[in-house]
């Protein structure tokens, strides 16, 4: 090191910089012509630029940064009076290393700077960042012959320190290194440096660590500082899932899927993951934690009350116990209420939910002699604690002394009793509220529900069951789908192929009723168990529909081979198929119909709480009176079995076209992505099956419909229908229509036919169009009809050309208005 004064009283100057022509670096260093620039020169780098740029982005991890190094480098110029360190300290004393060559009136230069081993700590893709000063040769007197404005950079892979006896030839070419600005003469005149920063970067890399080299061939440069990092994920939680630090792939265009695992307290169904991206950020989370039962998410993690342990039985008669309990021992914060839960032993199916302020309750209205289960569960504003064991107690015989021996049992007053219990629950039915929400007579504070199957039973309300909450699927399929003997079935042909075999047509004659013609789905033989249950899941979820727009399920048939779902016949078969073969033959009032119908099916099972996830054209029936009908439904196959469905990178298998971009991006399925989906089955409907975003890549359209594209109006589409469906289409999924608005407005429209006259015209999708692609970036093609081949949309070069827009430069013209 051959610096010595602090930074401001360098004696440095920029290679090639002053009066004198360049020659040699004895003559650089010595700038005798001009000694009063080197301290602003060296500002200028050094103050401004270097420092502020010290600070790495939170994804970068350095491996070396020149600019940090207080000791010697160790770097190795050869030939020796080729590169040359200029020595600088700044302020406090701390050094800084710049290397410096000139050698721009000689010929055949070749000056190698070799930098120290440098681990690269398991990355396999690393960056370098040089930040230099580049003379520029046109400003060197006599020098143009010879003068180059270029270096190279190279590296050597090792996995130990090698001693750096490698051979030219061995090192590997980086790149050639141009300065985006050189500098002249005049530029020193006006005190204005020049820095160039590059960035490169190296991989995949195999082994421990690598050396860097730069070679001179004959230019005039300042190496100021060499940082070299790799890129990393950095450590996050989301959704409740902690992802390591995670070196980026070693590959530029990599997503490494990384896994997450769940915060304490928390679990999940669908393992999280997220994709670490070559450029270090955590993109297209999967999945996600939940917080336990009885845990509430708090800034990306999971506490609550911890249970309650200390359960005693207060008074136990006939027909009722009470129990008394402590506060947790950890109540981690105020408790607002108590939940008692509680069932007859061996009925846990069916159980009723106290909810209390008091630590003490008194279940009512159970039977004599009966053994209880009880379960207690305190929560705070962090939501519920888990539950605590369950505590079982047994109620008295209808003859026997109440439990609490200051109580005499008189048979005459426990008939009485019961006949006021037997008048009340009377009185219960005549009101209609036979079963379901009730407040507890007990304590006004007190709330009760009942439950079978895990789901609130309220008059008049029905909800959809998932049949997964059954832990017997056959349960689920009987409880909800009849069962038909095979000899009341008439099977006259196949008419489609489903996952699980042929679909057929037939007809159903039940004992007393009149033949009814029937779609019958058959499941092939040698299927498994899984098989079995996913097929008749289909069943056990539309036999709890029961609307004119949903496939209506007549029964099933489990106990012969093979297994049969037979539903009402749909002549017309699938709407997709059908607008196929019937282009351009109905009335818009016709489609409109068919839209209504769609709309008013999903009202209904949007209604029930069930969300669709696959709403497409493919997946409607429509009859020979063409009402239309929702169809397909399934558990976790539904999906799976559609051959529009497909895996995208963020895992899991979706129909991209259909699917609302939240869905696709996060599994967010819900009645507001239906209605994402429905829009685009209006625009399938209105355009007569044609395929939405025709023949893109779904990796296309997952990015266009991201930047905002959406489809634009199919043909002589009514303007009001198209609004209809960009308004379904609005990323934020609470700004679009819900089932029953579009149905409104669907009647409205029939009701008003005028209203549909007004059709969205040529003109304005010319401009939704240009608005989506940009007339600007239209200059590289020499027709209108190339251009709109390019993206994907030569199907409108007809209306361009007869709206005038016969050249690109007729399209260049078109405004956005
Ligand atoms: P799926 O397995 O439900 O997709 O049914 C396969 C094909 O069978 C459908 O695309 C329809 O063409 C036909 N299909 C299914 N159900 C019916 C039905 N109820 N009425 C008429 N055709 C049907």
């Known amino acids: 090191m051959r610096g010595s004064g602090p930074r401001g009283a360098g004696r440095r100057r920029p290679p090639g910089g002053g009066g004198d022509a360049p020659s040699t670096p004895a003559s650089l260093a010595g700038c005798s012509s001009a000694p009063r620039r080197a301290p602003l020169w060296t500002c200028l780098l050094l103050c401004a630029a270097l420092r502020t740029l010290l600070a790495s982005p939170s994804n970068e991890v350095n491996l070396l940064d020149s600019r940090t190094v207080m000791g010697d480098l160790g770097w190795i110029a050869f030939p020796k009076n080729g590169w040359e360190e200029i020595g600088e300290v700044d302020e406090n004393y701390a050094p800084i290393h710049t290397y410096q060559v000139c050698k721009v009136m000689e010929q055949n230069q070749n000056n190698w700077l070799l930098t120290s081993w440098i681990s690269n700590e398991g990355a396999s893709r690393i960056f370098i960042e040089l930040k230099f000063t580049l003379r520029d040769c046109n400003s060197l007197p006599g020098g143009l012959g010879t003068c180059k404005e270029t270096f190279n950079m190279y590296y050597f892979e090792s996995d130990e320190e090698n001693g750096r006896n490698i051979k030219e030839n061995q090192y590997i070419k980086i790149d050639t290194i141009a300065a985006d600005e050189s500098f002249t003469e005049l530029d020193l005149g006006d005190r204005v440096m020049k820095l160039n920063t590059e960035v490169r970067d190296v991989g995949p890399l195999s082994k421990k660590g690598f050396y860097l080299a730069f070679q001179d061939v004959g230019a005039c440069i300042a190496l100021v500082s060499v940082r070299v990092y790799y890129k990393k994920c950095p450590s996050v939680v989301r959704h409740l899932a902690v992802f390591p630090d995670t070196i980026t792939g070693a590959d530029s265009s990599q997503l490494l899927e990384v896994s997450g695992s769940c915060v304490n307290h928390s679990v999940t169904d669908e393992p999280p993951k997220m994709h670490c991206s070559a450029e270090g950020e955590w993109l297209v989370p999967i999945g996600k934690c939940m917080c336990k039962a009885g845990y509430e998410e708090k800034n990306g993690t999971c506490q609550a009350p911890s249970p309650v342990t200390n359960v005693k039985k207060g008074k136990i008669a006939k027909n009722s116990i009470s129990l008394s309990w402590q506060e947790p021992d950890r109540p981690n914060g105020i408790i607002l209420e108590y939940e008692i839960k509680y069932f007859e032993k061996d009925q846990e199916t069916s159980y009723t939910i106290i909810k209390s302020k008091e630590t003490t309750i008194t279940a009512e209205g159970l039977k004599p002699a009966s053994v209880y289960v009880f379960q207690i569960r305190a929560r705070t504003a962090a939501g519920y604690g888990v539950f605590s064991r369950r505590f079982e107690f047994e109620t008295i015989p209808v003859f026997a002394a109440s439990s609490d021996q200051s109580q005499i049992p008189i048979i005459a007053v426990s008939v009485t009793v019961g006949v006021i219990l037997l008048a009340v629950v009377i009185g219960f039915l005549l009101s209609g509220r036979r ?16 439950f079978h199957n895990g789901h609130i039973k309220l008059p008049g309300v029905r909800t959809y069951i998932d049949p997964h909450t059954y832990e017997d699927p056959n349960q689920a399929v009987h409880e909800f789908a009849k069962e038909i003997e095979a000899s009341c079935i008439t099977i006259e042909r196949v008419i489609g192929a489903g996952e699980f075999g042929e679909v057929c047509s037939g007809r159903l004659k039940l004992p007393g009723k009149r033949e009814l013609p029937v779609a019958i789905k058959t499941l092939k033989v040698g299927y498994t168990e899984k098989q079995r249950r996913d097929f008749l899941g289909e069943a056990s979820i539309m036999g709890q529909f029961d609307h004119p727009n949903i496939i209506h399920l007549e029964g099933v048939v489990t106990k012969s081979k093979p297994v049969m779902i037979v539903t009402e016949y749909m002549e017309n078969g699938s709407l997709d198929t059908f607008l196929k073969k019937n282009d351009g033959q109905f009335t818009v009032i016709q489609l409109v119909g068919m839209l209504r119908g769609i709309a008013a099916g999903m009202k209904y099972l949007s209604d029930m709480g069930y969300v669709h996830r696959d709403l497409a054209a493919r997946n409607i029936l429509i009859n020979s009176n063409l009402v239309c009908k929702v169809s397909d439904f399934g558990l976790s196959r539904v999906l799976e079995d559609d051959p529009e469905a497909a895996y995208t990178t963020r895992g899991g298998k979706i129909p991209i076209r259909w699917t609302a971009p939240e869905a696709i991006a996060f599994r967010k399925f819900t009645s507001a992505s239906d209605v994402w989906s429905y829009g685009i089955v209006m625009w399938e409907v209105v355009s007569y099956g044609e395929r939405p975003y025709w023949e893109m890549t779904n990796q296309d359209v997952i990015k266009a419909v991201e930047e905002g594209y959406r489809l634009p109006s199919p043909m002589d589409c009514p303007a009001a229908l198209y609004q209809l469906m960009l308004d379904c289409w609005q990323k934020d999924r609470n700004s679009r229509p819900k089932f029953d608005e579009i149905v409104n407005m669907l009647d409205k429209l029939i009701r008003n036919p005028s209203s549909l006259k007004t059709l969205v015209n040529a003109s304005s999708r010319v401009s939704t169009l240009l608005a989506e692609h940009g007339p600007l970036g239209s200059g590289a093609y020499r027709s209108v009809g190339e251009w709109l081949e390019a993206i994907k949309m030569g199907r409108y070069t007809e209306i361009f050309m007869e709206n005038g827009y016969s050249s690109m430069d007729a399209v260049a013209q078109v405004t956005l208005e």
């Open 435 to 450: 079963c379901g929400y009730s407040k507890a007579k007990q304590d006004p504070e007190e709330e009760k529900m009942h």
